[in-house]
C-alpha cells in the first residue's frame, strides 16, 4: 500500500497554520488567502494542535511507530510460520520405521 502523496510542503502547512492561529482572519478567509479548501485548513490545525499537545490523539511519530509494528509484526508471523512448518517436517522425518 503505497502512503497518499501530500500535495502541499510540510513548511508551508506550518506557515498557513501560523497565520491561522494569530486571530486576525476567519479560517475562511484564510483559506481563500493561500488558495486551499477550509476542510483542509481545519484538518491542518486540528493535526497541528495534537502535535503541540493542545488537544488529545495520534501524533504523526505514532502513526510512523505504529505502521513500523505493524511491518515487523508481519515479518514475525512469517518466520514463526517457517519455523512450525520446519519443526513438523523435521518431526516427520525423524518417526523410527522410515
Given amino acids: ?8 510542503p510540510q513548511e508551508f502547512r506550518d506557515d498557513v497554520v501560523a497565520v491561522a492561529r494569530q486571530g486576525q482572519s476567519s479560517l475562511k478567509q484564510i483559506a481563500k488567502d493561500f488558495g486551499i479548501s477550509e476542510g483542509s485548513l481545519a484538518n491542518w490545525m486540528k493535526q497541528a494542535n495534537i502535535e503541540d499537545g493542545r488537544r488529545s490523539g495520534q501524533t504523526d511519530a505514532d502513526r510512523e511507530e505504529l505502521r513500523a509494528l505493524k511491518r515487523r509484526n ?21 518417526l523410527p520405521g522410515k
Fill in 1 to 8: 500500500m503505497s502512503p497518499v502523496a501530500k500535495p502541499y
Fill in 74 to 94: 508481519k515479518l514475525l508471523e512469517q518466520e514463526n510460520e517457517v519455523l512450525r512448518r520446519a519443526a513438523a517436517y523435521l518431526s516427520q522425518a525423524n
